[in-house]
């Protein structure tokens, strides 16, 4: 009897295991597969939605590409500092958007290959989730060509198992440009001009033809056209990369793509953003600068925001890194550097070196704010550089009260690091 129930305990474990090993090659219910993604319209609007999340973070100070200039200063050393710096190659790529921009671009076209398939969606979706792929391809593709210069065109869905052979090999730059503006184009004709609420930050025909405008413009600057310093930039079989010759009919293209995109904004309720005496911020108490200020600020800026960004960006977004330190609000972490301060003009309207009534050699004295100004407090004292700007300079660089010391520390720092921050604007007596 106990011989008989050992076999049976053995028999039953082998069953059991061999049971166990059939499972393991069973896929489980809940993992999510490519079928599931395009399963009802539902699940699809959701992979749309997913799509968009491969553009970078516009409003995060971690993501932003164009904190990558010198008109900023940061203790992000390590990122934005590198680039103002020079210091970074292609083995030191500081942010890299190289491989996530080529994801985004297979994931769209996955979308448009699989959203007629879908059950229950109809016509109308399949066409607008069509013309919103085709957007991000192309935008996908202009920031490629923005970081990188000429770069691959991915056309249609490449096979997985695509040999090295056959891979694609970087284009020449118009080419890249020509090919993303006319998709840009074809895309602006199947979107609608606006979205309601529930759809804000999806693609539209507006937001379209204002990158085309500018990618244009990229294109005409004498970086990419007929720059002498990318005589020898080629590919392996000698193919010419950038333009060799200056064209000037590039600058009207721009020109005219602005013109378009200008034309086309307002007819669908787009406009400049102006503050009034009634408006609900006071300040500044100057309405220039209260409109200049209040253009990135006041929340109810609908009409003037073309492409917004809707993601949170949290600690790290670029207000709460760009003002005055305040508890649980902001935490600083860039600033305008010197060298940006100085291309702020007089308010004569000419750059600090040109205007006879501005001396730019003493621009770090301490001086004392006269009675009647309006953009700072009179009676106390203040750099000689933040005396008499235009409207812009006060309308964006942050006022702010500190020590004698402290501006005596940014004087001393100024003449070894010319990127050091700006000055407090006005500070105590």
Not at 149 to 163: F, Y
Not at 172 to 180: M, R, S, V
Not at 248 to 266: G, L, M, P, S, T
């Amino acid at each position: 009897m106990k011989k008989n129930t050992l076999y049976l305990f053995v028999l039953l474990l082998i069953t059991g295991l061999n049971t166990s090993c059939n499972y393991l090659d069973i896929v489980p219910d809940e993992t999510a597969t490519e079928k599931d993604a395009f399963a009802n319209p539902r699940a699809t609007l959701r992979y749309l939605y997913s799509c968009y999340g491969y553009l970078p973070q516009s409003n995060k100070v971690q993501s932003c590409m164009d904190f990558t200039g010198d008109e900023t200063i940061s203790p992000f050393a390590e990122k934005y500092v590198k680039f103002a710096e020079g210091s970074y190659d292609s083995s030191n790529t500081i942010i890299s958007y190289w491989n996530t921009l080529f994801q985004g671009i297979r994931q769209c076209y996955l979308l448009k290959a699989n959203i007629a398939s879908v059950p229950g969606i109809n016509q109308e979706d399949i066409d607008l989730y069509t013309a919103e792929a085709d957007f991000l391809i192309a935008y996908f593709h202009l920031l490629l060509v923005k970081c990188y210069g000429p770069s691959i065109l991915v056309k249609e869905l490449p096979p997985l198992d695509t040999p090295a052979a056959n891979m694609l090999s970087r284009r020449p730059y118009d080419e890249c440009i020509n090919w993303i503006a006319d998709l840009l184009d074809d895309a602006a004709s199947r979107l609608p001009a606006t979205r309601n609420s529930s759809d804000y930050g999806r693609a539209t025909s507006i937001i379209a033809k204002s990158l085309k405008a500018r990618m244009l413009l990229y294109a005409a600057s004498p970086l990419f056209n007929g720059n002498p310093d990318y005589t020898d930039f080629k590919n392996p079989d000698g193919e010419q990369l950038m333009p060799a010759k200056y064209s000037e009919e590039k600058y009207k293209r721009a020109a005219d793509a602005a013109w378009d995109a200008i034309q086309a904004a307002e007819q669908a309720g787009h406009e400049l953003y102006e503050a009034t005496a009634s408006s609900a911020y006071p300040e500044p108490a100057d309405i220039t600068e209260r409109s200049l200020r209040m253009t990135f600020i006041d929340k109810e800026n609908f009409k003037e925001i073309i492409y917004p960004e809707t993601r949170k960006a949290g600690v790290y977004s670029i207000q709460r890194k760009s003002i005055p330190f305040f508890p649980r609000g902001s935490w600083n972490g860039i600033a305008p550097t010197m060298v940006m301060i100085d291309r702020f003009y007089t308010s004569n309207g000419l750059p600090i070196d040109e205007d006879p009534a501005f001396n730019p050699e003493n621009k770090l004295d301490i001086v004392t704010i006269p009675a009647g100004t309006t953009y700072a407090e009179p009676g106390k004292r203040t750099l000689y550089m933040n005396m008499n700007r235009e409207p812009r300079f006060y309308a964006w660089i942050p006022l702010k009260t500190a020590t004698m010391n402290a501006v005596r520390m940014i004087k001393d720092m100024h003449t070894i690091n010319y990127g050091m921050p700006s000055a407090p604007t006005a500070i105590n007596g």
